[in-house]
């Protein structure tokens, strides 16, 4: 393996300057720099990013947290983050928390011990203890798709009202027997606020809510299923569904093919993220959209800025596709 010594000996330099060549550091001629430049380029040698981030403290690496990683919505913010981390010429330590928050914290004491530049917390709540370990750690933190009652900047879409949007359109297509697949019960973070903007998109077309309207589950597939089970019996004669989220959209939507109830003409469905999935489904789902790429893209800029926003909100719009019957027509 080429070493930095290797360098040196063939450049007849001493180590320290080609350090200081490679973190720009100043003491050295022109001419000097272009030699070690020329020999570093001729026998291909590659700095440890460790061992220059001891010197310039900067490892150009970023930690991200994510409670999971196979899902389509946390890969679609992945993407965007590890893109632009990219550009940037930083490397990416992804993290699977689990919602675990002792695995979090341990997670964070990991991304101390490597000395990472800063740090990306998608989708999940930010206790007490974890923020006292962000402080101690003393590098710059964003949030995506989540926040938090500590002074760290996120970057989100508004839930009240992205879930009152699409509640209200399926009121605007001339549904009055409407039910809900919400996330898990009492997360305040994304579950209650699109819980709350549902609610009031109906009430505000004048449908009275019931607790037997909304079901609960965990934002995935097989609770999808599940839910929509549970709203079938609850609700028998409801004509459409909203759904907290594209997985559990696609899980209530094969329970409806299991059971043959037709789609649309028979159940609406609408989902919640946009996610690769939506296009999948069959029929392809109607869906709230997050720019979820665009949002991991931009907590690379926030987590680098000197001067971020707390409070950043994106916008979101409905992608219409072939779940959503209009009786208004």
């Known amino acids: 393996m080429v070493t930095i010594k290797d360098v040196a000996k063939q450049a007849e330099v001493s180590v320290s300057t080609v350090s200081r060549i490679m973190n720009n550091l100043p003491g050295y001629s022109e001419e000097t720099k272009k030699r070690v430049e020329k020999v570093i380029k001729e026998i291909g040698y590659q700095p440890n ?31 965007g983050i590890e893109d632009s981390a990219h550009d940037l010429d930083y490397s990416v330590m992804v993290c699977k928390t689990n919602f675990d928050g002792v695995r979090t914290i341990n997670y964070l004491q990991t991304l101390s011990e490597k000395r990472v530049d800063g740090i990306v917390i998608v989708s999940q709540g930010i206790t007490s203890e974890c923020y006292k370990k962000i402080e101690k750690m003393d590098v710059p933190v964003a949030l995506v798709a989540t926040q938090s009652d500590f002074p760290l900047p996120f970057i989100k879409v508004n839930d009240y009202q992205a879930a009152y949007d699409a509640a209200s359109y399926l009121v605007q297509k001339g549904h009055s027997k409407v039910g809900m697949i919400a996330g898990t019960k009492g997360d305040v973070i994304s579950t209650v606020p699109r819980v709350e903007g549902f609610k009031e998109a109906l009430s505000d077309g004048g449908i009275t809510v019931t607790d037997q309207m909304i079901a609960y589950g965990y934002f995935d597939f097989k609770s999808g299923i599940e839910a929509m089970s549970q709203l079938l019996i609850n609700e028998p004669t409801i004509t459409a569904v909203f759904c907290a989220s594209d997985e559990m959209a696609a899980g209530a939507l094969s329970l409806l093919h299991k059971k043959g109830i037709k789609i649309p003409s028979e159940i609406s469905v609408v989902g919640y993220d946009n996610t690769a999935m939506a296009e999948k489904t069959v029929p392809p789902l109607t869906t709230l959209a997050q720019p979820l790429y665009d949002m991991g893209r931009a907590s690379i800029d926030l987590l680098l800025s000197s001067s971020a926003k707390i409070e950043n909100l994106y916008p979101h719009h409905i992608v219409e596709r072939e779940t959503v019957r209009s009786f208004s027509q």
Do not use: H, M, Q, Y
Not at 49 to 78: C, M, Q, W, Y
């Open 49 to 79: 990013a460790v061992a220059r981030g001891l010197i310039n403290r900067k490892t150009k690496t970023i930690g991200v947290l994510v409670p999971k990683v196979s899902d389509l919505f946390a890969s679609e913010v992945l993407a």
